[in-house]
Antibody, heavy 115, light 110 residues
Framework: QVHLQESGPGLVKPSETLSLTCTVS????????WSWIRQPPGKGLEWIGY???????NSNPSLKSRVTISLDTSKNQFSLKLRSVTAADTAVYYC?????????WGLGTLVTVSS | QSALTQPASVSGSPGQSITISCTGT?????????VSWYQQHPGKVPKLMIY???NRPSGVPDRFSGSKSGNTASLTISGLQAEDESDYYC??????????FGGGTELTVL
């Protein structure tokens, strides 16, 4: 059973960069796809992007210019960076295993964008 | 990319069956058998209930079933139970190699 846990600052200032890490246990980031999803308070799910173990990535066209997803197989972690954040980026951020079948999710971490 | 279209809410009585629709286009739902459904109770993590249109992960009751016709996928819950009251989201792989979610449907068990 793969477990995932998000970590990172819960508060980010507008125009700065949101940085989150997902630590994987019970599985290896040297295989498969790893994804990020977010959910603004009271709203629906939004796919952010994924990284394949080979290092290839893809992301939501609406976020593509601001998103970087990376992988550190030595630490069994993958990361998300979202640049130039605004209040609209306030959300619970989830990491998950999978490309289009998101089988296991982390518990999520709330990131608030505010000065 | 616009979100897949789901009804905002559906309701049913215990024991009844309900169906939640998820409408997209030929570039997503209609073009691929990579539609998934997630259940999310308030304040909880989404849980995969159906993958690749009609497959159930281990542990998901067979009361949950999925299907697809054209550009519309459907989740059917039969023998509705109080614990099924939740938000449900569909998702689909797209021709751009991205993932698209539906807006979500709130299921109320009367």
């Amino acid at each position: 059973q793969v477990h995932l846990q998000e970590s990172g600052p819960g508060l980010v200032k507008p125009s700065e960069t949101l940085s989150l890490t997902c630590t994987v246990s019970g599985g290896s980031t040297s295989t498969y796809y790893w994804s990020w999803i977010r959910q603004p308070p009271g709203k629906g799910l939004e796919w952010i992007g994924y990284i394949y173990y080979s290092g290839s990535t893809n992301s939501n066209p609406s976020l593509k210019s601001r998103v970087t997803i990376s992988l550190d197989t030595s630490k069994n972690q993958f990361s998300l960076k979202l640049r130039s954040v605004t209040a609209a980026d306030t959300a619970v951020y989830y990491c998950a295993i999978g490309q289009y079948n998101l089988r296991s999710w982390g518990l999520g971490t709330l990131v608030t964008v505010s000065s | 990319q616009s979100a897949l279209t789901q009804p905002a809410s559906v309701s049913g009585s215990p024991g009844q069956s309900i169906t939640i629709s998820c409408t997209g286009t030929s570039s997503d739902v209609g073009g691929y058998d990579f539609v998934s459904w997630y259940q999310q109770h308030p304040g909880k993590v989404p849980k995969l209930m159906i993958y690749e249109v009609s497959n159930r992960p281990s542990g998901v009751p067979d009361r949950f079933s999925g299907s697809k016709s054209g550009n519309t996928a459907s989740l059917t819950i039969s023998g509705l139970q109080a614990e099924d009251e939740s938000d449900y989201y569909c998702s689909s792989y797209t021709s751009s190699n991205t993932l698209l979610f539906g807006g979500g449907t709130e299921l109320t068990v009367l």
